[in-house]
């Protein structure tokens, strides 16, 4: 019913600058939050940044002042800017959204993207 397609990712040196897009589909009505999480090889799935339907940002403390989280309200887009990006940004970063309301009344508690691996390295 809802399909959430990124974009984006691959492999950058460290201080270079990646950009990831998520675009959800599927008769979508509302979204109440949405946003990145990521998962490094061994790790738990952490969040990195999430925009609430309000319009706040979390971030995760170790990516602030180098990521920024931004949103196309009617393309129902998040994108993730990254830069300065550091070796330990390496991991698979998934999109997120959660709490939809679909146009046909259907009420869909969180979807997931399929992922897309972000690796930096010299």
């Known amino acids: 019913q809802v399909h959430l397609v990124q974009s984006g990712g691959g492999l950058v040196q460290p201080g270079g600058s990646l950009r990831l897009s998520c675009a959800a589909s599927g008769n979508i009505e509302m979204i109440n939050a949405m946003g990145w999480y990521r998962q490094a090889p061994g790790q738990e799935r952490d969040m990195v940044a999430v925009f609430s339907r309000t319009g706040s940002i979390n971030y995760q403390d170790s990516v602030k002042g180098r990521f920024t989280i931004s949103r196309e309200d009617a393309k129902n887009t998040v994108y993730l800017q990254m830069d300065k990006l550091k070796p330990e940004d390496t991991a698979v970063y998934y999109c997120?959204?959660?709490?939809?309301?679909?146009?046909?009344?259907?009420?869909?508690?969180?979807?997931w993207g399929k992922g897309t691996l972000v690796t930096v390295s010299s």
């Open positions: 997120h959204a959660a709490g939809l309301w679909l146009t046909t009344g259907v009420f869909v508690e969180g979807s």
